[in-house]
């Protein structure tokens, strides 16, 4: 159990690692182009959720996290031992809750930069605490539905 513990916990060394790099060598809103047109850094704030939405509600989003960390680490628990997918898919989404949560509680925003445009699209600027979220999420549905396969599978045997 102590690994998925330790992915957490090298996501939010990266995360954070990468959000000081960008505080102490980027100025605001500056923009650093990678792949011309696809991908830049671009240092940008966020005192909200994904897309910028409800900006500046700290307190909502301290409860929500609290919540959240505790409901992995129960999750991580109780499923984690038989179903490795699912930990690690919780380990991500432990190291990425705990990451933003840093910021929040630190700084009252969150630090993104990962600035991709997309079939024209600019897609909102995020930071790596989002991205293991992300896939921490993708990951557990995926782990749900070959769950529910073997269930279905078992029921029929």
């Not at 782990?143 to 029921?155: C, P």
């Amino acid at each position: 159990m102590y690994r998925y513990y330790i992915l957490a916990v090298i996501v939010i060394a990266v995360d954070q690692f990468t959000k000081y790099l960008v505080v102490k060598n980027m100025e605001l809103y500056e923009q650093i182009p990678i792949i011309d047109g696809f991908f830049s850094l671009t240092s940008h704030r966020n005192s909200g959720a994904a897309w910028g939405m409800l900006q500046g509600k700290m307190g909502f989003f301290y409860a929500i996290t609290i919540l959240v960390i505790v409901g992995v680490i129960y999750y991580l628990h109780k499923f984690g031992k038989e179903n490795r997918l699912f930990a690690f898919a919780l380990a991500l989404i432990l190291g990425g809750a705990i990451g933003n949560f840093i910021d929040r509680l630190l700084h009252q925003e969150v630090v993104d930069f990962f600035d991709f445009t997309i079939f024209g699209y600019d897609f909102p600027i995020f930071n790596i605490a989002d991205s293991a979220l992300t896939v921490g999420v993708i990951l557990v549905i995926i782990a749900t539905i070959i769950e529910e396969k073997k269930q279905k599978g078992k029921n029929k045997s």
